[in-house]
């Protein structure tokens, strides 16, 4: 079962489940890093703010099961924007990624984020010349970028992007940070509280426990939008999985490492307690299509011991993570028609920035201020074709395995959200459906969305 860096020895806030009905002026679904930055930028401005989280903890979901990096490099992101977006949109992307980054830092004491260079790298020929590619389109949109071949890796690489002056963090206590804020400010926040339905109609949200809370304003910061349908999100979202470890180590690095190469790969240090951990991870695949996914476990492991010189992991765990058909994240009114409910999701690996984004973003337009990025990441933005192709995809999958689930998976159980058959995922003991990505725990709980509802597991 997996088990998280990040999740050990947290200090989290305390909070209650939703217990009556609640009126607020805004309601937010999802406790990780976007809901609670959104929630404390809102509170911050006097609006009556209510989180609604399903987990026991706020910060414990995707945003503790990510790498901790907070930086504007993200991977190979520029040269394939540009193919799709103009030269000032995707500098507007860049700026709207390190603008959130500082703006946020400068509400957080020192202690909770390292300064550090961010590095993308390659190890072979072919990859040599997509970072060649990716340095074009920095210096095409004058990004702090260096071409460099010295890294403190352990290995020779052929080269690498060097951007200066990034960050990395703590995810889960970055997030408790900005949490324990909002309830000054003014927000609440509720735990153990799952959304099972959302009636726009009246402007409000049923919990499991059939208790209401009324919105002006909804934003959906569940990753995966619970509200899939409107803006049809199911076929423009695919979703990834990969998997991360961390294990104790004799020293920390300066930088934090990507690879570019087909088999990528992510590294970074940690000092968790006064321990320094080393964190590797990489693999992926679409989410909830493997049975076996310990061999990405161990494949991992191997590497760790014998490239790095390190003993076994101490933790593992994986990641899942949306992206859109342009690689820019969804952030924005859930479609043009609904000018009350807000999204965010889609952020395809590079969710901690883009978490602070969004809350810029989704404040700014519930209080009626013009963000400089709201255009660029709308959902109701164009792209139609990349949207067909990616929907026609995503349906074909989705039909593969629905009837196929249903020939070669007769006894696994249907996942609650469109009625897919679920798959066991022995690595993480989760049952996974490959359809939008909903996971479940052995005991048929959920997990992650979009599903709302546990399994009906036999006896």
Not at 139 to 168: A, C, H, N, R, W
Not at 241 to 259: D, M
Request: proline share 4%.
């Amino acid at each position: 079962m997996q088990n998280s860096l990040w999740l050990s020895n947290i200090n989290n806030i305390s909070s209650s489940k939703v217990a009556n009905n609640i009126d607020s002026d805004v309601c937010i679904i999802g406790g990780g890093l976007s809901g609670v930055y959104t929630a404390y930028l809102l509170a911050k401005k006097g609006i009556n703010v209510a989180l609604i989280e399903a987990k026991d903890a706020v910060g414990i979901g995707t945003t503790g099961h990510s790498t901790g990096k907070l930086t504007p490099q993200h991977g190979l992101v520029f040269s394939k924007m540009l193919k799709t977006f103009s030269k000032e949109e995707v500098r507007t992307y860049f700026d709207a990624n390190w603008k959130a980054i500082n703006q946020a830092l400068q509400d957080a004491p020192v202690d909770l984020y390292q300064n550090v260079d961010s590095f993308i790298y390659s190890t072979t020929d072919e990859g040599k010349q997509t970072l060649q590619d990716e340095f074009n389109a920095y210096k095409t949109l004058d990004l702090p970028g260096i071409e460099t071949t010295e890294t403190e890796l352990p290995f020779s690489v052929t080269g690498s992007i060097k951007m200066p002056d990034t960050y990395q963090i703590h995810p889960t206590n970055f997030a408790i940070h900005f949490a324990k804020h909002a309830l000054k400010e003014g927000a609440q926040i509720f735990v153990r509280s799952r959304v099972t339905k959302i009636v726009m109609d009246e402007n409000y949200v049923l919990t499991e426990d059939d208790h209401r809370v009324s919105y002006k304003h909804l934003v959906l910061c569940s990753h995966y939008p619970i509200e899939s349908i409107k803006g049809l999100y199911t076929t423009k979202l695919s979703v990834e999985r990969s998997y991360l470890l961390a294990t104790k180590t004799s020293e920390l690095l300066k930088g934090q490492y990507l690879s570019v190469d087909s088999a990528s790969r992510t590294i970074r240090t940690a000092l968790i307690s006064n321990t320094p951990y080393f964190i590797y991870g990489g693999t992926s695949h679409t989410a909830g299509t493997k049975k076996n996914t310990q061999n990405y476990y161990d494949t991992l492991k191997s590497e760790m011991t014998s490239v790095f010189d390190l003993t076994d992991p101490t933790y593992c765990w994986s990641a899942q993570d949306p992206d859109t058909p342009d690689l820019m994240p969804y952030i924005g009114q859930i479609t043009e028609n609904e000018s009350n409910i807000f999204v965010a999701t889609g952020y395809r690996k590079w969710g901690l920035s883009n978490s602070l984004v969004a809350g810029e973003i989704i404040s700014s337009a519930i209080t009626r201020e013009k963000h400089r990025a709201a255009d660029i990441y709308s959902p109701s933005r164009g792209n139609f074709g990349l949207k067909f192709i990616r929907a026609l995809k995503i349906l074909g999958l989705v039909t593969t395995n629905l009837a196929g689930g249903y020939i070669t998976r007769i006894e696994a159980p249907k996942c609650t959200h469109l009625g897919c058959k679920t798959k066991w995922n022995e690595g993480d003991e989760t049952w996974d459906c490959p359809c939008h990505g909903s996971r479940f725990d052995k005991n048929g709980n959920v997990i992650e969305g979009p599903a709302v509802y546990p399994l009906k597991l036999k006896k």
